[in-house]
């Protein structure tokens, strides 16, 4: 059963980077899926951040994209989030999530999601 | 950028009645790039329907998708007491590619 994981600090200080990981268990990152962020302001919608592909290939929100890096860690099977700069308005619950690879699959949709880490911007 | 809205805001029915909710994109969107995800408090969002009417793997079939261009419904013939939760309604946008989420419609009890 696949199962994925958020880890970090809850708590950053302005103008710091936000630092998460995912542990996925139960699946191997390198078989084919793409693997994603999404957060959610308290009492708001979600918002997609970004996704990468085993092969390292990344695409990011480009209202985010300044900010933002994703990276993977095949070996570990775990994949990671940095947001710089941060400021009281990335204060959020964060997701990791799978996607199935779109291009190949034309199947557009997050299936298996973490649990969710609440992470807060303040000093 | 598509933006997605979502109607009504809070639909407030009883268990066993027909719950209809709505999600409107700002352009043509194609059926293959709308998802719905159910999400109650403190858990993360369960995906239900793909493809704008392809039931996701466990979901019953009370729950249905259907629409296109820029209309999406999503209906629960029958409200169950687990099914009182949010509804986020997702779309893909391929280029370059980006997903975005509607607000959400809270289905409450009345």
């Known amino acids: 059963q696949v199962q994925v994981q958020e880890s970090g600090p809850g708590l950053v200080k302005p103008s710091e980077t936000l630092s998460l990981t995912c542990t996925v268990s139960?699946?191997?990152?390198?078989?084919?899926?793409?693997w994603g962020w999404i957060r959610q302001p308290p009492g708001k919608g979600l918002e997609w951040i970004g996704s990468?592909?085993?092969?390292?290939?990344?695409y990011y929100n480009p209202s985010l994209k300044s900010r933002v890096a994703i990276s993977v860690d095949t070996s570990s099977n775990q994949f990671s989030l940095n947001l710089s700069s941060v400021a009281a308005a990335d204060t959020a619950v964060y997701y990791c999530?799978?996607?199935?690879?779109?291009?190949?699959?034309?199947?557009?949709?997050?299936?298996?999601w973490g649990q969710g880490t609440l992470v807060t911007v303040s000093s | 950028e598509i933006v997605l809205t979502q109607s009504p805001g809070t639909l407030s029915l009883s268990p066993g009645e027909r719950a209809t909710l709505s999600c409107r994109a700002s352009?043509?969107?194609?059926?293959?790039?709308l998802a719905w995800y159910q999400q109650k408090p403190g858990q993360a969002p369960r995906l239900l329907i793909y493809?704008?009417?392809t039931r996701a793997t466990g979901i019953p079939d009370r729950f249905s998708g259907s629409g296109s261009g820029t209309d999406f419904t999503l209906t629960i013939s029958r409200l169950e007491p687990e099914d009182f939760a949010v509804y986020h309604c997702?779309?893909?946008?391929?280029?370059?590619?980006?997903?975005?989420f509607g607000p959400g419609t809270k289905v409450d009890i009345k």
């Open positions: 352009q043509s969107v194609s059926s293959s790039y």
């Open positions: 139960g699946y191997s990152i390198s078989s084919g899926y793409y």
């Open positions: 997702q779309q893909y946008g391929s280029s370059p590619p980006l997903f975005t």
């Open positions: 493809g704008a009417s």
């Open positions: 999530a799978r996607s199935p690879n779109w291009g190949l699959t034309h199947k557009y949709y997050f299936d298996y």
């Open positions: 990468i592909y085993h092969s390292g290939s990344t």
